[in-house]
């Protein structure tokens, strides 16, 4: 097993894994897994039809051998939600909306857990139109990662460059 670094076609550098009994190769991405807390059904009931139609979206994409999606979920004692709001109070804002903010993110934590989510997509490099050739796994492993870079920014979310 190797792993490549590469630039999708909007600049952004991804890893790529080569998995070189099967002739596959692999993209882990991270996705936003959100929570369902503060949250209405009918906001919860859309981010789950989303899901699904992402995931048909990855059984139309060409090449990929298998999709794996892990939910990571661990206990947050509130750390983050107190940055959060921290992070939101501007200068100059009413003091009664801060201390409401404040006392929000104080009390609301008990039993909140920080959730990540990866999608892995594994393309299989015969379904990619990728044959090894004179180059070798150098020449494969360019032309795959031109190929998955070519389809990633439509698989992910933001579609936009890195600012810098």
């Given at each position: 097993?190797?792993?490549?670094?590469?630039?999708d076609a909007i600049g952004r550098v991804y890893g790529l894994v080569e998995i070189p009994q099967a002739k596959q190769w692999a993209v882990?991405?991270?996705?936003?897994a959100q929570t369902g807390s503060l949250v209405d059904l009918?906001?919860?009931?859309?981010?789950?039809?989303?899901?699904?139609?992402?995931l048909a979206q990855l059984g139309q994409e060409g090449g990929v051998a298998q999709a794996a999606a892990v939910v990571e979920t661990a206990p947050d004692p509130g750390q983050s939600l107190a940055a959060h709001v921290s992070g939101l109070v501007r200068d100059g804002v009413p003091a009664f909306a801060a201390r409401v903010q404040y006392a929000a993110a104080a009390e609301y934590p008990t039993g909140v857990a920080e959730t990540i989510g990866y999608v892995s997509l594994t393309y299989d490099e015969h379904n990619l139109g990728v044959t090894r050739g004179r180059g070798g796994v150098q020449?494969?492993?360019?032309?795959?990662a031109e190929e998955i870079g070519r389809r990633l920014p439509g698989l992910c979310w933001p579609q936009r460059a890195p600012a810098g």
């Open positions: 097993m190797q792993v490549w670094t590469a630039q882990v991405l991270r996705v936003a009918d906001t919860r009931n859309v981010w789950v039809a989303s899901w699904g139609e992402y020449a494969a492993a360019h032309a795959v």
